[in-house]
């Protein structure tokens, strides 16, 4: 089993920043993709970007050159820096992470990008 735990979310500002972090416990050592996702009211969840334990990432188009992945492997924890936030980002956003055929999702964290 494994656990995920995102904090980092909040009211920012069109054209601020925020950090988003994810913690997972349990069995860490064997999680290889790990990602976020949003939902919007009324929309699809939607993968935003993802990162295998090798470093490879997969960006959502709406957010290449705008948000950045990072992981540490050893601490099970993923970030998602975002940077020059749109009101279209306001979303709840979800921590993902997959052991073998399994999928775990975090409770989820607001993200709110209003003036």
């Known amino acids: 089993q494994v656990q995920l735990v995102e904090s980092g979310g909040g009211l920012v500002q069109p054209g601020g920043s925020l950090k988003l972090s994810c913690a997972a416990s349990?069995?860490?050592?064997?999680?290889?993709?790990m990602g976020w996702y949003r939902q919007a009211p009324g929309k699809q969840r939607e993968l935003v970007v993802a990162i295998t334990s090798g470093g490879s990432t997969t960006y959502a188009y709406s957010v290449k050159g705008r948000f950045t992945i990072s992981r540490d492997n050893a601490k099970g924890t993923v970030y998602l820096q975002m940077n020059s936030l749109k009101p279209e980002d306001t979303a709840v956003y979800y921590c993902n992470a997959y052991r073998g055929v399994f999928a775990y999702w975090g409770q989820g964290t607001q993200v709110t990008v209003s003036s």
């Open positions: 349990g069995s860490i050592s064997s999680i290889d993709r």
